[in-house]
């Protein structure tokens, strides 16, 4: 009987045991596929540090995503930020990226892949560590021009002139045309850029057209325009870069060229900035005065679309709108008369400069009106 009654027990507590069990098994699965599966998660893959890629090459990013629809990467490199890719479909986990020339190289680069669109609680994730960037070496830039179907030429070739586009963007205030100079000055040399620099950018008198500034340097307007931004080091030290035009006049063509044919033969980086670069009174054809601003004047009554300067006071000033506008009760101020397209006059009262642009034609031009506190970018010369 003691026997049956142990058994008994015995049988019992084991059935106790595995109903347990049991039960401690269904929750662990419910904490997984709730708090575990269920939960969104994205991790890189690849690069995840200490990669060495290299520059003209395809490689591709790789991640795992869960409970994601769509990504976003970007490459840091220090502070900086750079898109890589948008929109991207989570799933595929992969993206194939093209290091074009252009790219900056060295090491200290990391890869962000995040939930896109970006909001604060997205996921995202980054490299457990940096990578590098590398160039590859070549004894000439043919190798280059050949894979990217356009002219690269080495830093000896005779008679080439370096131009680049500002990191940083400035309002109207640029301390006058000597401010605009200091600016690219101190960029190009932030960027290791050796020599002298000038800013491409005219005042209101018609000795300082942007052309003519330009003329009394010390090389004139002569040269082969290049990109300053180096492409590739070659095996003896020199660099490679980009071709922009083969002289003055085929470089300022580019402003006033379809977006299309720009596509084709400047960098995406340059020539996303291309469009919002301060400007001013170029040549013989800007206007002093009574600028039609187009861009942020949708909804201004027809005075605040019209400005009586093209160059924001001669570069001094950050403001949409003159200092005496509006009126105030008992005031009687006299505004610069505009003429609209139409030949209707009109007060003056919008405070804009000359500035490239990228019209609805998705044709580029270099006389659009913008506000004076917009933050536009400074082309910068080569002296």
């Not at 596929?33 to 591709?60: H, L």
């Not at 006059?345 to 500035?355: K, R």
């Given at each position: 009987?003691?026997g049956?009654?142990?058994d008994k027990f ?8 595995l109903i ?7 929750l ?8 575990v ?10 690069p995840n ?6 520059i003209?090459q ?38 194939e990226?093209k ?17 896109y669109?970006?909001k604060k ?16 070496e ?10 990217n ?5 080495a ?10 586009i ?5 309002n109207g ?5 000597e ?15 050796q ?6 950018i ?13 003329e ?13 931004k ?8 020199d ?10 006049n085929?470089?300022?063509?580019r ?7 720009n ?13 919002n670069i301060?400007?001013g009174?170029?040549?013989?054809n800007s206007k ?27 570069w001094t000033?950050e403001r ?19 003429y609209?397209?139409?030949?209707v006059?009109?007060n ?16 580029f ?8 506190d ?10």
């Amino acid at each position: 009987m003691n026997g049956s009654i142990t058994d008994k027990f015995t049988a019992e507590r084991s059935l106790f045991y595995l109903i347990v069990g049991g039960i401690l098994i269904a929750l662990i699965i419910i904490f997984y596929f709730f708090f575990v599966y269920g939960k969104k998660s994205i991790g890189i893959i690849s690069p995840n540090g200490a990669e060495k890629w290299e520059i003209g090459q395809t490689y591709e990013i790789t991640w795992k995503a869960k409970k994601i629809s769509k990504v976003g990467i970007v490459l840091f490199s220090q502070s900086e930020a750079k898109w890589i890719a948008k929109n991207v479909d989570a799933s595929a986990g992969k993206y194939e990226w093209k290091i074009y020339p252009g790219q900056q190289y060295g090491d200290g680069f990391w890869i962000a892949v995040f939930e896109y669109p970006w909001k604060k609680e997205n996921k995202v994730d980054y490299s457990n560590g940096p990578f590098v960037i590398t160039y590859p070496e070549m004894a000439n830039c043919d190798n280059l021009s050949f894979e990217n179907e356009w002219l690269f030429l080495a830093s000896n070739f005779p008679g080439i002139r370096k131009v680049f586009i500002t990191e940083q963007s400035y309002n109207g205030n640029l301390e006058g045309l000597e401010g605009a100079d200091r600016k690219c000055q101190q960029e190009a040399e932030n960027l290791g850029f050796q020599g002298t620099w000038r800013a491409f950018i005219g005042g209101e008198a018609d000795e300082e057209l942007a052309v003519k500034r330009l003329e009394k340097t010390s090389r004139g307007a002569d040269g082969i325009f290049v990109e300053a931004k180096s492409s590739a080091v070659l095996i003896r030290g020199d660099t490679c870069h980009r071709l922009l035009a083969k002289d003055f006049n085929q470089f300022l063509l580019r402003f006033s060229n379809p977006l299309t044919i720009n596509s084709d033969k400047l960098s995406p980086e340059f020539l996303e900035k291309m469009d919002n670069i301060w400007l001013g009174r170029v040549n013989e054809n800007s206007k002093k005065s009574c600028a039609l601003v187009t861009i942020g004047s949708t909804y201004r009554n027809l005075a605040e679309k019209y400005s009586y300067t093209t160059t924001c006071q001669n570069w001094t000033q950050e403001r949409n709108l003159v200092q005496s506008y509006p009126l105030s009760a008992g005031e009687n101020p006299i505004f610069s008369t505009c003429y609209t397209g139409t030949g209707v006059a009109t007060n003056a009262v919008g405070l804009a400069g000359f500035s490239s642009a990228l019209t609805s034609e998705n044709k580029f031009t270099l006389n659009e009106g913008k506000y004076c506190d917009t933050k536009q970018y400074l082309l910068c010369i080569e002296d």
